[in-house]
């Protein structure tokens, strides 16, 4: 049985690996994006299928090994190329201060539905006695409260201290009543969690230790794309396993639901049971904690991503001071800042993250930010990608006092914001929003109509049009414009009257952006319409 994660919905390999005994029942601890499901197979020398013939005996794939009498070739050392990082050295320097984790315990389970079988069938008490879910005497016990089942799990870590403090991922420990930390030296410990934060999916463990190794923290500033880097972690239980590639790219948001962290891409291969291990540079310093994959297989395709170090330590200071991790908050939807936003806006490029809502007595509502302000910078540091402005708030501290440049009505002006704190959510991407389209109309083809005052009440507006039909075909519909939105404003200025949409829309010469509300959510649209 494998521990349930976040992102994980990979369960197919875990259980094909634990048939051909790699895994046990252990499983392996990684959170995945999985494009596509599908079934994994081990597969042999030949290319063929290990999971055995007609006799159910597993095959095992051929290994050349040297006989015990042969004389062995004197080994040589071959030093790195010039310019190649020493990834032997880097192992055997950096490798005794990562751990392996193990994790066990039980969660919950809502009951199944029980068939609905006649007590008199014959079959009844087939199924009674043979453990079908929701049945009386089953698994989940059958009396409709549920259940708990039982969760085992593999990771990685790291000590950062040498009286016992490890770093990990939080979904690596997560629902786990007992964690086990085994040292490269076979020594195992019982950690306990000083505390996780599962926004970062960091977390802080402690054994009770003297004297243990520890790795070196780096820094993510002076890290550029195309640099090796170095990972060691315990994928599907190889435990101080070694893998190396290059950074990727650096900064990558991977959507609403993890804004906080800009996450290290690289090339190297990661896969279940690396989560939590270290990142390592080419100077032997940690950079990042390894965290997760985008896989369409459900095995490693090239696709890794690491938590910044700067984000874990954090964590692991708030943590060790105070047992539980603030994040600072702005209280702003943004959206991506697109061509069609960039022209609708009169920007000179592309970048920025576009303030789609503003939450009520919020900080940016207290500070004057409202909807449709670009904010192009935030401390000083610029922002390219709606994506840096939640990262850039969640190194801030509640509290804080900052400076925020936005783009407002074709001008730039600077305002200072008080930053609040987030008891869930800092900083949100707003979902959707649309993408450029092919678009030569040079009509939105919107129906509109004035809001109703119920209407107005209802959503809490004083601004908008009713949207009551969208053209087929028209620069509106290709833009992703439904019917039953509502209108609220045309390249930040809020309408009330079809005279204010035509206006603003005859002044415009590529695109306009349209605020629409949809449901609870608002959200800009770009709309090309010359």
């Given at each position: 049985m494998t521990q349930v994660e976040k992102m994980i919905p990979v369960k197919k390999l875990v259980w094909a690996l634990a048939a051909a005994g790699v895994l046990g029942v252990t499983g392996g601890a990684l959170a995945m994006r999985t494009a596509k499901l599908t079934p994994v197979a081990q597969t042999s020398a030949d290319g063929g299928s290990m999971s055995g013939g007609s006799s159910g005996d597993t095959?095992?794939?051929?290994?050349?090994?040297?006989?015990?009498?042969?004389?062995?070739?004197?080994?040589?050392?071959?030093?790195?190329?010039?310019?190649?990082?020493?990834f032997a050295q880097i192992a055997a320097a950096q490798g005794?201060?990562?751990?392996?984790?193990?994790?066990?315990?039980?969660?919950?389970t809502r009951a199944a539905r029980a068939p609905q079988i006649d007590p008199d069938d014959p079959f009844y008490e087939f199924f009674r006695r043979f453990g079908v879910p929701g049945m009386p005497g089953g698994p989940n016990g059958g009396g409709g409260d549920g259940g708990s089942r039982e969760i085992r799990g593999q990771g990685s870590g790291f000590i950062v201290s040498a009286d016992g403090v490890i770093l990990t991922n939080a979904h690596v420990v997560q629902d786990a009543q007992e964690v086990v930390v085994k040292l490269t030296d076979r020594r195992e410990y019982r950690a306990k969690v000083l505390g996780s934060d599962k926004s970062t999916d960091v977390a802080v463990l402690k054994i009770e230790a003297k004297n243990l190794p520890t790795v070196r923290l780096g820094a993510t500033k002076d890290l550029r794309v195309g640099e090796w880097v170095l990972a060691i972690g315990s994928p599907f239980?190889?435990?101080?396993?070694v893998s190396a590639g290059v950074i990727s790219a650096k900064g990558r948001s991977l959507g609403p639901d993890e804004s906080r962290v800009p996450f290290l891409q690289t090339d190297v291969a990661i896969n279940p049971g690396n989560s939590g291990g270290p990142l390592f540079n080419a100077r032997g310093e940690v950079v990042?904690?390894?965290?997760?994959?985008?896989?369409?297989?459900?095995g490693y395709?090239?696709?890794?991503?690491?938590?910044?170090?700067?984000?874990?330590?954090k964590v692991r200071q708030q943590i060790e001071k105070g047992g539980k991790v603030q994040h600072a908050k702005l209280g702003v939807m943004v959206q991506e800042v697109n061509q069609g936003f960039?022209?609708?806006?009169?920007?000179?490029?592309?970048?920025?993250?576009?303030?789609?809502?503003?939450?009520?007595?919020?900080?940016?509502?207290?500070?004057?930010?409202?909807?449709?302000?670009?904010?192009?910078?935030?401390?000083?540091?610029?922002?390219?990608?709606?994506?840096?402005?939640?990262a850039l708030v969640d190194q801030s501290l509640p509290g804080d006092k900052v400076d925020i440049d936005v783009w407002r009505n074709g001008k730039?002006?600077?305002?200072?914001?008080?930053?609040?704190?987030?008891?869930?959510?800092?900083?949100?991407?707003?979902?959707?929003?649309?993408?450029?389209?092919?678009?030569?109309?040079?009509?939105?083809?919107?129906?509109?109509?004035?809001?109703?005052?119920?209407?107005?009440?209802?959503?809490?507006?004083?601004?908008?049009?009713l949207i009551q039909e969208v053209g087929e075909g028209s620069a509106a519909a290709r833009a992703g414009v439904r019917p039953g939105d509502v209108?609220?404003?045309?390249?930040?200025?809020?309408?009330?009257?079809?005279?204010?949409?035509?206006?603003?829309?005859?002044?415009?010469e590529k695109s306009v952006a349209l605020l629409v509300q949809r449901g609870g959510d608002k959200i800009f649209v770009p709309v090309r319409i010359g």
């Open positions: 095959q095992v794939a051929a290994a050349t090994t040297p006989l015990a009498n042969a004389a062995a070739p004197a080994a040589a050392f071959t030093p790195p190329p010039a310019g190649m990082p020493d005794p201060a990562v751990v392996n984790i193990s994790v066990s315990g039980t969660v919950k239980g190889f435990e101080n396993s990042g904690i390894n965290s997760q994959i985008y896989s369409a297989s459900g395709q090239g696709l890794s991503f690491a938590i910044p170090v700067e984000v874990a330590t960039a022209d609708s806006f009169k920007l000179d490029r592309p970048e920025g993250a576009l303030v789609a809502n503003v939450e009520d007595d919020g900080p940016a509502a207290k500070a004057g930010l409202r909807s449709g302000d670009v904010i192009l910078g935030y401390k000083g540091q610029r922002i390219v990608s709606s994506g840096d402005l939640p730039r002006e600077t305002i200072t914001a008080t930053l609040g704190d987030a008891n869930e959510k800092g900083a949100k991407l707003a979902k959707g929003g649309g993408g450029d389209v092919d678009a030569d109309h040079a009509k939105l083809g919107l129906a509109l109509r004035p809001l109703q005052p119920e209407e107005r009440r209802q959503l809490g507006t004083r601004d908008g049009l209108l609220l404003a045309v390249n930040g200025t809020p309408v009330q009257s079809l005279d204010q949409v035509r206006s603003a829309v005859k002044g415009a």
